[in-house]
Structures are given as C-alpha cells and as structure tokens.
C-alpha cells in the first residue's frame, strides 16, 4: 500500500504546465510541513516535500491556490530515477497527488463576508443518487 496524507504551507506559487498533445495540466509545487517535535534548543525542524498533480487538480491550483496558503494532499509517493548527460544515475522522490483541499481561506481584501473554498478530490464518488420515494424514512 502506497498511501500518504500531508498538510502544510506552498512556498511559492504552483508552477502549471501542460503536457503537449494530451494538453493535461500538471501542477507542481513545494509544501512546507513542521515536525511534530522540538530540538533540544527548542526550535523545530522543517520539511520541504515537492507535489505534483495532475488533470483537474492541477486546474484546480491553478486557479485557487497560492504562496503561503494551508493545503491538505492526498497520494502516493513516487520515486522517479534518471540518469544525467554525465553518466550519474539519480532518483528524485515526490509525492504524485490525487486530491487537495483548501484549508484555511483565501485572504481578499475587497470581501467582507467568508468565502467558499471547493476542493478537488479525482476519486471516483462512492455513493450513488438515491430516488427519496423508495426510502423509507
């Protein structure tokens, strides 16, 4: 099983790209995540793990998230090997996400009420419609 949930701050914007002739959108990005626990000096260590989603996801980024905000990324970690024009071979670990949610709201200067927030989750939805007639409560 190859399952991760993480939660923490983009340090930048996500950069979008799009894969030619699929024309799909690829959201990349860097999340900004606190270990749970404090150095002997009281400080606490920081971890920079890099995203990438893909598809309606990736939409989704594009348009509602930013630098700084509280994403919540469901996926699978993926280790990609290359090899450089020198001959060394590398690997560079990622997690490849399927979903994200916008935790905290967005912050607009011109709205005075709260905003509402979608997410994007490319799971297939389990529940199907239910006709109310055939229930019985």
Partial sequence: MNNVVLVGRLTKDPDIRYIQG?????????LAIARDYKNKDGSTTTDFIPVEL???A???????????R???????IRVDRYET??????????VA???IQALDSKKES???????EPSYDSAPNEFAAV???EVPF
Avoid: H, W
């Fill in 54 to 56: 893909m598809g309606k």
């Fill in 131 to 133: 006709n109310d007639d």
């Fill in 110 to 116: 011109n709205s005075d009420g709260p905003t509402f």
């Fill in 58 to 68: 990736a939409e989704f980024c594009a348009n509602y998230i930013t630098k700084g």
């Fill in 97 to 99: 996400g399927r979903s």
């Fill in 85 to 94: 024009p020198e001959g060394d071979k590398r690997t560079f670990t990622k």
């Fill in 70 to 76: 509280l994403v919540g990324v469901q996926g699978s």
């Fill in 22 to 30: 699929t024309n799909t959108a690829v959201a990349s990005f860097t």
